[in-house]
């Protein structure tokens, strides 16, 4: 064993183990494969030994102790199993029991339970493990069993409290709390939201927050932490409580957001029934935000998701096969004129969408008329935040960071992974500055707090640049802060920036990001771009964004408008003559619609991703596609071969990964010397190599995790 720490060794029921020093005798006695049963004790948090279920006995010590909270000590002697101790846990377990609805963990029907109990087990208040959500993953459950007692000799004392169900997301029953407080560390130590503490005192005590306010009102962001944590059924997810235990785990990235989070994925007969984060994600470290953690089993598993291809008359949905809706499609793309069509791609799309979708508009039309929603919500600001992707940063760097400037970021319900690093960093000693308008969640922890008025961000920032010029505002006291925020700039040796989308909603946002990006430039400052979308990255890697579709959208009218995972508003006056819509719902307003194919969410399918974090990240297919929907790539395929254009024999995801690898120059390595008009060109000829039909190789290394700046180096070129 070679840790780099001093080796200790003990003995654990007469065995030898060596373990490194500031071990607890828990852990240690865990990696010998010797099982201590514990449930107020959780790996990511810090010890409590609150619900003594641990205890051991070390020879010479005259009392037992705690085996998570006592560490290991040369030549320690440990018991973890003699007839005293077991007593001594059956004992303590009574006591906790005593207080938790426990018939069921006693009965000695439990086997056949099931079978005739099914018909209550949504009753509104729980009373057995029979009718509770965490039935068959309660650690209680386990722990009972493994300590191994029979009926207790405590009356039970049921708390009567009633089920808390006033805040989204979360049911709390703390009738079935036992008090071990793993989620007040988790939301304290984790999350460093310091929502949850310990309420009253002795027999009264409980977990909730100060002042008996909401969670809402507290500041909760709802991340589902406290949940992941809860051994039993106290705090349960309400959209998927009911849908039983999962019997698959897979890893995927986060289509919500550019952050790029990886998820467990939970699924029960391919039915997505839960989700949970990774900890071993450098990322989030297992932290989701309220989307990721609790959004994806109602997307998926909505039951308004149309699954069928299907057309609309005034207004009115008429199903339709695949076949028939090819063959209208065909029909109206086929007299549709090059300046009359316009396609827009969502930037939620996989970079293998994007790829056959540009592919498929320039082998239709021989020109790029399609372009990335996401131009639509950066408006004016769209070359400007383009650029950022240009600047090599890793979000690994901000807990590294002495000095943290975030502009326009509340990180609250999105990008939640974002602001625990940022208070972790905090933690270490950074400091933060935060930019924004309103009160928002990071300042309330902030160092320094900077409300610019509206209008005024840019001259702001161009100001802490250079400081030669008179301030931009005439309060005093503003003034202070300013003068102060740049010191500690001139101060920082790190220096980490951060933009939030919400100063797309300011005035003139591209004159902000240049100022930002200025005072980056300044004081020599990594700079990341938080994207609300999943793949705004890919989407200039694939070379969408030369045509401006916001400009055409709201000056021509077009014959054929087709949209990917996306609809724009149209005027009445500009709308098209016949709209193709590629999704997972249909639009509010049915009239906006004449054709609808059913895509695949990014649960269904197989694909990669480039965050915002500058890395190419798989997406794993998890379920089956609902219904008759396909993914976005292999629609646009089938519909181009019944069009029969060549080219778009993909039999699988990986051919088209394959054909995407053909372009890249040297082991798969897609590096940029020139302008964003240069990168896409690196893509142009796979056209001519297919319809050539000379054969592609998928390099091996292509899709692994790389810095951004290696092949989109040469965008500032372009603005």
């Not at 654990?12 to 449930?39: F, H, K, Y």
């Not at 609300?532 to 408008?561: K, T």
Request: net charge negative; with cysteine.
């Amino acid at each position: 064993m070679s840790t780099g720490k001093a080796i200790t060794q003990l003995t654990i029921n007469g065995q030898n183990i060596s373990v490194p020093a500031g071990t607890s005798i828990l852990d240690a006695a865990r990696q010998a494969g010797i099982e201590i049963p514990t449930l107020c004790h959780h790996p990511s948090i810090s010890t409590f030994g609150g619900c003594r279920l641990c205890i051991v006995d070390v020879r010479g010590k005259n009392r037992y102790v705690t085996a998570c909270n006592t560490m290991v000590e040369p030549g320690m002697d440990v018991l973890t199993h003699s007839p005293d101790l077991i007593a001594a846990r059956q004992e303590v377990l009574r006591l906790i029991l005593s207080e938790h609805p426990s018939g069921c963990l006693l009965c000695g029907e439990q086997a056949t339970c099931a079978d005739s109990m099914v018909t209550i087990r949504k009753v509104g208040v729980t009373t057995g493990c029979s009718n509770c959500p965490k039935n068959g993953r309660c650690e209680l459950q386990r722990v009972t069993q493994q300590v191994g007692i029979g009926a207790g000799n405590y009356p039970i004392l049921y708390r009567g409290l009633a089920v808390e169900k006033q805040d989204p997301f979360i049911d709390r029953d703390y009738n079935l709390c036992i008090l071990c407080g793993r989620c007040v560390r988790a939301c304290q130590e984790l999350r460093l939201a310091n929502v949850l503490t310990f309420k009253m005192r002795g027999p009264h005590t409980l977990i909730g927050t100060t002042f008996e306010e909401s969670f809402l009102k507290a500041g909760c962001e709802f991340c589902g932490t406290c949940v992941d944590v809860c051994p039993t059924g106290a705090l349960s997810e309400r959209a998927t409580k009911w849908l039983g235990c999962p019997d698959q785990t897979m890893q995927t990235t986060c289509g919500l957001c550019g952050v790029g989070c990886q998820l467990n994925v939970l699924t029960r007969s391919s039915q997505v029934v839960g989700v949970q984060g990774v900890v071993e994600d450098p990322i989030s470290r297992g932290l989701l935000c309220v989307k990721g953690r609790f959004a994806l089993p109602e997307l998926v598993n909505n039951p308004a998701r149309l699954i069928r291809p299907a057309r609309f008359v005034r207004g009115q949905q008429l199903p339709t096969s695949w076949e028939g809706a090819f063959e209208i499609a065909a029909e109206r793309l086929r007299s549709c004129s090059p300046e009359k069509f316009g396609m827009l791609i969502s930037a939620d799309c996989a970079n293998e969408d994007m790829f056959v979708a540009k592919k498929f508009v320039h082998a239709l039309f021989g020109v790029d008329r399609l372009d990335v929603d996401a131009r639509i919500f950066y408006r004016g600001a769209f070359a400007s935040y383009a650029r950022l992707f240009a600047r090599p940063s890793s979000h690994e760097n901000l807990e590294k960071a002495d000095l943290i400037v975030a502009i326009g970021l509340d990180t609250r319900f999105g990008r939640s992974p974002i602001g625990a690093a940022i208070y972790r960093a905090q933690q270490h000693g950074s400091k933060l500055i935060t930019i924004h308008p309103r009160a928002h969640n990071l300042s309330r922890t902030a160092d320094m707090w900077i409300k610019p008025a509206g209008g005024e961000e840019a001259a702001l920032l161009n100001w802490m640049a250079d400081a030669s010029s008179k301030p931009p505002v005439d309060d005093s006291k503003n003034i202070k802060a300013l003068q102060r925020a740049v010191q500690w700039l001139e101060r920082s040796v790190r220096p980490f920036f951060l933009v939030g989308g919400e100063i797309f909603n300011a005035e003139a946002p591209e004159d902000i990001l240049s100022a930002f990006e200025h005072l980056a430039d300044r004081f020599h400052a990594e700079i990341a771009p938080l994207p609300a979308r999943a793949n705004f990255g890919g989407a200039l890697w694939v070379g969408l964004g030369q045509w401006d579709s916001s400009a055409v959208l709201q000056r021509e009218h077009l014959d054929v408008f087709y949209g990917v995972g996306t609809l724009p508003h149209f005027s009445a006056d500009l709308h098209p003559g016949f709209t193709i819509l590629q999704d997972l719902f249909a639009p509010a307003d049915l009239e906006n619609v004449d054709l609808f194919l059913p895509a695949a969410a990014f649960t269904e399918v197989s694909g990669t991703f480039l965050s915002g974090n500058g890395r190419l990240q798989r997406l794993h297919r998890v379920t089956s596609p609902m219904g008759e929907s396909m993914a976005d790539w292999e629609i646009l395929a089938r519909l181009a071969r019944f069009m029969k254009l060549p080219g778009f024999e993909y039999p699988d995801v990986e051919s088209v990964q394959a054909e995407m690898a053909s372009c890249l120059p040297e082991e798969g390595q897609f590096v940029a010397t020139g302008s964003l008009t240069e990168i896409i060109a690196h893509f142009e000829p796979v056209c001519d190599l297919v319809y050539s039909h000379q054969p592609v190789t998928m390099h091996e290394d292509t899709y692994r995790a790389f810095p951004l700046e290696r092949f989109v180096s040469g965008m500032k070129a372009l603005f």
